[in-house]
């Protein structure tokens, strides 16, 4: 018996912002998508969701009262807030709270697999094999390479 793949829900009054992330067909998660907070918990409430990837403004509603129903959530799905003034003020408003990460907009496809993989623990899918327009070294990799050779790890 298969494992059920792991589900997305989108939150998000930008139908560009769900097109973004239709990135996930090709990969190993499920996408779903919600376009304000109340549609976003009836959603949860329905389906499980390992991971919410909620914009910072919402008709109903912000990214705040999403992660208080979550955190209400027995599996507790993962908050990642997308926003295009993301911001180190934001970042930390959200890690403070209990989301786990920002995303700035427009996503960037190897930035948003990576932020993913991170939140569910799973080894990082290589969006270049599927998908020609992301060059390899760019995004979160890059940098962490770049990292470990300032900070004398060998990569």
Not at 54 to 69: A, I, M, P
Not at 77 to 104: F, K
Request: proline share 7%; aromatic share 6%.
């Amino acid at each position: 018996m298969s494992r059920p793949l792991p589900h997305v829900l989108s939150v998000s009054p930008a139908h560009d912002d769900h097109h973004a992330l239709g990135i996930l067909k090709h990969s190993r998660w499920r996408l779903s998508a919600a376009t304000g907070c109340v549609e976003a918990i009836e959603r949860l409430r329905l389906d499980r969701a390992a991971i919410v990837v909620c914009e910072s403004s919402l008709s109903g509603g912000s990214w705040k009262d999403v992660l208080r129903y979550v955190n209400e959530c027995p599996e507790q799905p993962v908050l990642i807030v997308t926003s295009r003034l993301a911001d180190e003020y934001l970042w930390a408003e959200v890690l403070n709270l209990g989301g786990y990460d920002v995303l700035a907009k427009p996503f960037d496809k190897q930035e948003v697999l990576w932020v993913l993989a991170g939140a569910r623990a799973e080894e990082p899918p290589n969006v270049a094999e599927w998908d020609p327009s992301v060059q390899p070294g760019h995004g979160r990799a890059g940098h962490n390479d770049v990292l470990s050779r300032q900070n004398g790890i060998p990569g």
